[in-house]
Each structure stands twice: as C-alpha cells, then as structure tokens.
C-alpha cells in the first residue's frame, strides 16, 4: 500500500517537474523537457499528453530547424483556468484577474465603505462577480482567489488575526466568504513584495524590500528569491521600529514607532501643525504638492527624511539590492527621490549603499493584487 502511495507521489512530482519546465522554459520541445530534467523521453510525451488532455498545455508550432528535424514546441495554455487576486484596502478593492499564463487579463478598483466584516464579505463577492464578467471567462474556469490583507494574518487558516485599520481581529474569511474556489489569504506588504518581484521593478532581483506607505507603514521581505514569513508570520513590521523613545505615542502602544513620523496620516498631521488646516484627505495633500503649495512639499520632504532614516535601518540590516517605496507617495516619486536617496546615502555603509537601487513602485496600487494573484497561480500548478 505504502509503495503504491510512494509511486503515485514520485509520478506526480514528476508531472509536475514537466508542468513547470513548460511554464519557465516555454515554448519547449519534449527532447528540451527530456534533456533539462535529466528523464526519458517516453515520461515526458506520457505527462505531455496528460496535460494536453487536461487543457492545461498546448502545441504551438514546431521549433526552428537547425539541421535537424523540426519539433513540436509546447506551451502553458492561457485559457486553461484564471485566478483572481484582490487587494483588500481600507477604503477600496482593488482587483486583478490572471490568466494561467500568468498575464493579467481583468482587473479594477472600487472604492467602498465597510463599516464591519460582513458588509466587506459582500463587496468582496460583488468584485468576485464582476471580475469574473469583465475577464469574460466562464465563471468554473476561476480556480484560486488570494486577497492581501491590511495586517497580520496566518496564511494557513486564512484568520486575519489582526487588522487595525480595519478594526478587526480573528476573522476567518474562509468562513465569512464561503467561496466556491480555494482561497488564500497574505499581508499586504508581503504580497506586494512578491507582486514587484514578478511583474515590477524586482525581477532581477534575489534580495527586494518593499515598502508600504499608508495609514501605517509596512514591508515585505523577499530574500533569496522567496517570501520571509518569519517565525510566526509576523516579519516586516518595521513600522513599529522606535525611532524616539520620547516620540508621540503610536496605535500600537509604543512611542515614537517609525510610522508615527513617516506615514499618511503623519504627513496630515504635519501639515496641519504647520498651517494649522485639517485635510480631508491624503489625496488632498498630495494633490496641494504636484500644484507646488509649499507647505505641502516642505511636509512631504519632512516625510521622504523620515522615510529614508528607516530605510536606511533596514538597509543596514539586510543588505537588499532594491528597495521599491510603494502607496500613494509613489506619486511623487520624482519629486522626493534625492531626498530619500540623500538620507538613505548618509545612514547607510558605504559599500551596502553601493550595491543598493531605491524606486518609488511603478505599478501603480497593482502590486499587491498582482502578488496575491501570482500566489494564487502557483498554487494551481
Ligand atoms: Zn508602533
């Protein structure tokens, strides 16, 4: 019994093996497949057939002769299944829709007020739907839903234990939502970083932090070219790094935590002591910025130092080789980019610095959709 177990384990990995030769190397012949993973040809036209019965890979066309016989060549199939990836922000989704080739097909953003975890579940089921009808698919062929989360979650059981900008604490969403596909739940930050490593500014690089910038600050960790979890699913949290002891207080309960100077509303509340005018809104602030009123740049640049002291702690710490800034101040990339850099040059070693690339994130708020859906995708290969 054990060995027939082991046996349909070793030949599933197996498939497997050809499935993601195909995605990474594709257009691949099988002699390529055969020769890249070290088998016969026989297994790999066996699993090529299977996974072309399945709808999951397709021919396309013949290899360009060199001498020898032209081959067919193999590719993922882009309508095989589609996932969807949400990124639950706290006043707004935003959504993408991936085809199994990994290409973002759909995806929108709609704002929204929740005051509680039902009426979100709603809005979430509603985005789900028109996701599903602006892709134009059929709605069986959506497979996976990952939703980034604005707090700390344990991907696991898919609990958000806790969100405090969402004032929730132990949600089950597997529960609450009641999906008829899989579902998988990240950190924001997390899912972003992923997002920038596959589809931004992070594609050649091993070693990225992101850093999210909003009501908090957050960051997401990839090193070696994978995820950093942590021990408990809590690494990243460099928002609550003491910058002074004495500093005001922060939700968290400390003083003086880095987004207590450096976020969204650290930026409103600098304004407003400085011209002693309540914004309504950040959007508000940055918008009072790109129209060149002083105020507003002299507090945006406040922010950008601020930002670049802890950047530069965490630079120090893990030696990344690029650092994307993402949120709403991506905005005005351009216009506090030698801020940051300046700061971040003088805090950090020289030859750390040396290696080091910093961006404001391009992809506009895609990045955590993105990374979210890309788990998503990977988890249906
Ligand atoms: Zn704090």
New binding site residues.
Partial sequence: MRKAINQERMRSINKRQVFSCVKNHGPVSKKEIAELLGTSLTTVSTFINELIEEHKLTPSGTSKSTGGRKSEIFTLNPDALYCLGIDLQVDRLVSVVLNFNGEPVAGDSVPFQAPDEWEVAAAIRATIRDAVAQAGIDPAKLAHIGIGIPGIVDPDSCIVEFAPNLEWRNVNLRQLLALDQPLLIENEANAAALGEKVYGAGRLSANLCFISVGI?IGAGLILNNGLYRGASHHAGEF??MTLDPDGPA?????HG????FASNEAALKQYWHRTGRKLASYDHLLALAAAADPDAGAVLEEIATYLGIGIAGIVNGINPELVVVGGKIATCGEMLRNRLLKEIKERTLERTFRGLTVEFSSLGDRATALGVAEMALDRMV
């Fill in positions: 908090g928002g609550h922060c939700r968290c309960g400390n935590c880095w987004e207590v």
